[in-house]
């Protein structure tokens, strides 16, 4: 069923939002962000490109930041011209109470649809509300390697194909770390009806066997989710 990405995730009651995995998360942070009301930081825990388009206002960790504004706010440390590295916690404990919602860009994944954790990941704000790990539907039925996955090392032995079996590792694996609270798992890039039955059926098998979590499916780069 077509919902609104705002009523799946409950906005009203969860402000702290986190993103992991690979296959989308900034277009998500984006599109989720332009669809909330009042005050929303856009940020990072680890690196993410300087959001240009649909930003109100963009600083760099506290120059000249004199408190939340109406729309979307965007803030990190400049790693170098284009890149944002992590806020400081220091920040968030200072300022977030004044922003109506916050997400985070919690992972990192070198552009590349898929990946595995290592032991310090994924950087997940203790305060989070919910955390969304997203997954690709292109993977599924491809080969794990270097060419599709980031720190694919241990994986490639276990799993010949990306399937729903190894969907499953990841999500038990790294994909929310130690975080029990709100989970959901939401698949991304269904860009037509075939990979949307796709999706339906990889989150029917997962539902299987990780029940607690919630799924749904979609395509954040036409804002556009399902949640059956």
């Known amino acids: 069923m077509k919902k609104p990405i705002t009523d799946i995730l409950n906005t009203k009651e969860n402000k702290i939002i986190s993103i992991t995995g690979a296959g989308g998360k900034t277009t998500l942070m984006m599109d989720l962000a332009k669809k909330l009301q009042g005050k929303v930081l856009i940020t990072t825990s680890t690196k993410i490109k300087t959001p240009k388009e649909g930003i109100h206002h963009l600083y760099i960790e506290e120059k000249g930041f004199q408190g939340p504004q109406e729309g979307i706010t965007a803030i990190g440390n400049e790693i170098y011209p284009g890149k944002l590295g992590a806020i400081s916690p220091e920040f968030l404990e200072k300022w977030g109470d004044e922003f109506d919602h916050i997400i985070i860009e919690a992972d990192g994944c070198r552009n590349l649809p898929l990946k595995m954790w290592k032991k310090n990941e994924p950087v997940i704000y203790p305060k989070s509300d919910i955390v969304i790990g997203v997954f690709s539907i292109k993977v599924l039925g491809e080969q794990p390697s270097p060419k599709i996955m980031y720190y694919h090392e241990g994986l490639t032995q276990k799993f010949d194909i990306v399937n729903g079996e190894m969907f499953r590792y990841l999500i038990k694996n790294g994909l929310f770390r130690h975080f029990f ?23 029917e098998e997962m539902k299987r066997e990780i029940p607690e979590i919630h799924y749904f499916y979609g395509s954040a780069k036409e804002g556009i989710y399902h949640e059956d």
């Open 181 to 203: 609270n709100g989970r959901y798992v939401f698949i991304n890039q269904t860009d037509n009806q075939e990979e949307r039955e796709k999706a339906r059926e990889l989150i």
